[in-house]
C-alpha cells in the first residue's frame, strides 16, 4: 500500500482546523477586499480559489459579486464549504496538480501557504502549468505564501499551544530545502502525530518557476494589507502574476 501523502492527512483532520483556528473569516475578509480593490475586477469575473480548505476566501469572493469555484484534495473541508453553495458559488474535490477540465478562469487564488507541499520540485511546475491551462489568455494569477526567509531566520524550534481543550506540542526545523512542523497531541486520551512539509520557496524561486511555465511576474506585496515585500521583513510573499 502507498503512504497517504502528508497533506493528504493532516488537513483532511478537524485538528488542522483547530490549530488554524486563528485564520478566518475575519481575516479573509480584510485579505479578500484588499485584493478585489487593488485587482478592479468587474463583478461576475470567473476566479477559482484553488486549495479553499472549508471555503472562507470563496465566499467574501462571492459575497463580493465574484463568480467562485472552490477546489480542494480534502474531502472533508469541501464537504462543509459546500454547505455554502449557490448560484455563482461551487465547490469541487479537486488535486491542484491536475487541471480542472471543466471551466477556464480569469483569476486564480492560491491562499494560506497552500503551494511547495510535493517531494518532487517538478510537482510545482504541474501546479503552474495546470493553472496556465486553467487560466484564460492574459489571466491573472495571486499566490499568497509564507516569506520562507523570514520565517526561516525566526524559526521558533519548539511550541506549546493549547486550543478548544487540545495542546499541541509544536517542532519545527528546516532541512535546507523544506521547513518541517511536528505536530502531537493527546485528545481523548489518544496519542496523535502529524507533519507540514513545505518547500521554503524564495522569490527568486517563485520567479524561475513563474518564467518557466508561462507566467510574468508583476508585482509582489509583503503582507494582507499589501504593504511592499521585504524578503527580511515581511511575514507574507503575496505574488502577482500574469499569464502570457
Ligand atoms: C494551509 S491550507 C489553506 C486553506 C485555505 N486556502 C485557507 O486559507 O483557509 C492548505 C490547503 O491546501 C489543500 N491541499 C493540499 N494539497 C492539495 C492538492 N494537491 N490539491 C488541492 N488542494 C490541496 C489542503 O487540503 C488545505 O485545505
Same mark, same amino acid.
Given at each position: 500500500?502507498?503512504?497517504?501523502?502528508?497533506?493528504?492527512?493532516?488537513?483532511?483532520?478537524?485538528?488542522?482546523?483547530?490549530?488554524?483556528?486563528?485564520?478566518?473569516?475575519?481575516?479573509?475578509?480584510?485579505?479578500?477586499?484588499?485584493?478585489?480593490?487593488?485587482?478592479?475586477?468587474?463583478?461576475?469575473?470567473?476566479?477559482?480559489?484553488?486549495?479553499?480548505?472549508?471555503?472562507?476566501?470563496?465566499?467574501?469572493?462571492?459575497?463580493?459579486?465574484?463568480?467562485?469555484?472552490?477546489?480542494?484534495?480534502?474531502?472533508?473541508?469541501?464537504?462543509?464549504?459546500?454547505?455554502?453553495?449557490?448560484?455563482?458559488?461551487?465547490?469541487?474535490?479537486?488535486?491542484?496538480?491536475?487541471?480542472?477540465?471543466?471551466?477556464?478562469?480569469?483569476?486564480?487564488?492560491?491562499?494560506?501557504?497552500?503551494?511547495?507541499?510535493?517531494?518532487?520540485?517538478?510537482?510545482?511546475?504541474?501546479?503552474?502549468?495546470?493553472?496556465?491551462?486553467?487560466?484564460?489568455? *492574459? %489571466? /491573472?494569477? &495571486?499566490?499568497?505564501?509564507?516569506?520562507? =526567509?523570514?520565517?526561516?531566520?525566526?524559526?521558533?524550534?519548539? !511550541?506549546?499551544?493549547?486550543?478548544?481543550?487540545?495542546?499541541?506540542?509544536?517542532?519545527?526545523?528546516? *532541512? %535546507? /530545502?523544506? &521547513?518541517?512542523?511536528?505536530?502531537?497531541? =493527546?485528545?481523548?486520551?489518544?496519542?496523535?502525530?502529524?507533519? !507540514?512539509?513545505?518547500?521554503?520557496?524564495?522569490?527568486?524561486?517563485?520567479?524561475?518557476?513563474?518564467?518557466?511555465?508561462?507566467?510574468?511576474?508583476?508585482?509582489?506585496?509583503?503582507?494582507?494589507?499589501?504593504?511592499?515585500?521585504?524578503?527580511? !521583513?515581511?511575514?507574507?510573499?503575496?505574488?502577482?502574476?500574469?499569464?502570457?
Amino acid at each position: 500500500m502507498t503512504k497517504k501523502e502528508w497533506f493528504a492527512d493532516w488537513f483532511n483532520t478537524p485538528y488542522y482546523h483547530t490549530l488554524y483556528k486563528h485564520r478566518d473569516d475575519q481575516e479573509a475578509e480584510l485579505f479578500i477586499k484588499r485584493l478585489l480593490d487593488y485587482l478592479k475586477l468587474k463583478s461576475g469575473t470567473e476566479v477559482l480559489d484553488l486549495a479553499c480548505g472549508k471555503g472562507r476566501h470563496s465566499r467574501m469572493l462571492h459575497a463580493l459579486g465574484m463568480r467562485v469555484t472552490g477546489l480542494d484534495l480534502s474531502e472533508a473541508s469541501i464537504r462543509e464549504a459546500a454547505e455554502f453553495t449557490s448560484e455563482g458559488l461551487n465547490f469541487a474535490v479537486h488535486d491542484m496538480r491536475y487541471p480542472f477540465e471543466k471551466q477556464q478562469f480569469d483569476v486564480v487564488f492560491n491562499l494560506f501557504t497552500s503551494f511547495g507541499y510535493f517531494d518532487e520540485l517538478d510537482a510545482n511546475e504541474a501546479v503552474l502549468k495546470s493553472v496556465h491551462q486553467m487560466l484564460t489568455v *492574459d %489571466g /491573472q494569477l &495571486i499566490i499568497d505564501f509564507m516569506n520562507a =526567509k523570514k520565517v526561516i531566520s525566526q524559526l521558533v524550534k519548539q !511550541e506549546e499551544k493549547t486550543i478548544d481543550g487540545i495542546t499541541f506540542q509544536l517542532e519545527r526545523a528546516f *532541512d %535546507g /530545502q523544506h &521547513i518541517h512542523k511536528q505536530i502531537r497531541f =493527546k485528545d481523548n486520551g489518544r496519542d496523535f502525530h502529524f507533519s !507540514e512539509r513545505v518547500q521554503a520557496l524564495t522569490i527568486t524561486e517563485f520567479t524561475q518557476l513563474l518564467n518557466a511555465t508561462g507566467f510574468e511576474l508583476i508585482r509582489t506585496f509583503g503582507d494582507f494589507s499589501l504593504q511592499p515585500f521585504n524578503e527580511n !521583513e515581511s511575514d507574507r510573499l503575496i505574488i502577482h502574476a500574469r499569464r502570457i
